[in-house]
């Protein structure tokens, strides 16, 4: 018997490229790779270290696969989202609010999704979202948490290559005393931090904040969990980073932890932990890697109850390697 073919849309972005590096490993998954946006059907490319072409975005190359795996436009999407008669794997919140959609995270669902994996569309969880609960819900099933506060540091690759471009353009027109390109931020993130995008930019940064809170608290309140940790308070930020999510929080506890415990019990298979002797982990250093890594582990110097984490994730792997779990469910 033939192996199931996944139909990948978007298969030259960063998302897809992701996938494409995951779908190698064992159980190897066979991807046709679907022309999306600006690719041209019939472009040859590679799929590992074998030439393949570009299929066209069209209802025969989506149906006649196991699954489509989502990972271009919003645009591309929601014509493969009208083409698609099979089961669709969503890595671009397009179809989210769609009433047959399902939250999906495997890495924290525990074998209980609730009927999610018969589920027709099946959305992936914020990156963002899915290193939070990995966190707060090992930190949590250790010493039960109080309250939190995280500021999240966004990297430019969240908004695909186009944003990366732009970061990297504006670093060098900086340089160069040149105008500044605006197209994705609608303001200067070279060199700088955003707590909000200019007023012409395509996204807000408030949606996408929203969003991230919107899929912790499902993250939060999967089974699985013996106590859910408190819903904590979030600030996103846009950083002038290419990849990585960075994330600074302080935890407070019902009573005044013990910081040597507190690594101890955080360690788990997703969960690197950078203890005092260790550098602090980075979101350079993340990059390619899964799960997330804590470090700069200490304790608030004005709350004895109070300490503070930071912790790194790659974004783009913790979003592909769950819509690749999620596309092995399906096999």
């Known amino acids: 018997m033939a192996n199931p073919i996944f139909a990948l849309v978007g298969s030259e972005s960063l998302l897809g490229r992701e996938v494409r590096d995951l779908s190698g490993a064992a159980p190897a998954l066979d991807l046709r790779l679907i022309a999306a946006d600006e690719e041209e059907p019939g472009t040859l490319t590679r799929m590992g270290d074998q030439p393949t072409v570009l299929s066209g975005l069209d209802a025969q190359a989506l149906n006649d696969a196991s699954a489509v795996i989502l990972a271009g436009s919003p645009?591309?999407?929601?014509?493969?989202?009208?083409?698609?008669?099979?089961?669709?794997?969503?890595l671009t919140y397009t179809a989210e609010e769609r009433p047959e959609a399902r939250l999906r995270a495997p890495?924290?669902?525990?074998?209980?999704?609730?009927?999610?994996?018969?589920?027709t569309i099946h959305v992936i969880a914020?990156?963002?979202?899915?290193?939070?609960?990995?966190?707060?819900?090992?930190?949590?099933?250790?010493?039960?948490?109080?309250?939190?506060?995280?500021?999240?540091?966004?990297?430019?690759?969240?908004?695909?290559?186009?944003?990366?471009?732009?970061?990297?353009?504006?670093?060098?027109?900086?340089?160069?005393?040149?105008?500044l390109p605006q197209t994705v931020f609608d303001a200067q993130l070279g060199f700088n931090l955003l707590a909000r995008y200019g007023e012409q930019a395509p996204m807000s940064l408030e949606e996408c904040e929203l969003r991230i809170e919107r899929h912790l608290a499902t993250l939060l309140a999967l089974p699985g969990e013996d106590t859910s940790p408190p819903f904590p308070s979030l600030r996103l930020v846009q950083a002038p980073v290419f990849h990585g999510y960075s994330f600074s929080a302080w935890v407070d506890f019902d009573e005044p932890p013990d910081i040597e415990a507190l690594e101890e019990g955080l360690v788990a298979p997703l969960v690197e932990v950078r203890g005092r002797d260790f550098d602090p982990p980075?979101?350079?250093?993340?990059?390619?890697?899964t799960g997330v890594a804590v470090g700069a582990i200490s304790p608030d110097r004005n709350r004895s109850t109070a300490v503070w984490f930071w912790l790194v994730a790659d974004n783009l792997r913790l979003a592909a390697e769950n819509a690749v779990a999620v596309a092995r469910e399906i096999v």
């Open 126 to 179: 914020h990156p963002a979202a899915i290193a939070l609960a990995l966190f707060l819900n090992r930190l949590n099933s250790r010493d039960p948490i109080s309250q939190s506060v995280i500021q999240i540091l966004a990297p430019a690759s969240e908004h695909g290559a186009k944003a990366v471009e732009e970061l990297q353009n504006q670093t060098v027109s900086l340089f160069s005393f040149k105008s």
């Open 107 to 119: 890495m924290l669902e525990n074998g209980e999704d609730g009927g999610a994996t018969d589920a």
């Open 75 to 90: 645009e591309s999407s929601r014509k493969a989202l009208e083409l698609a008669t099979v089961p669709v794997i969503d």
């Open 282 to 289: 980075t979101n350079v250093g993340q990059a390619g890697q």
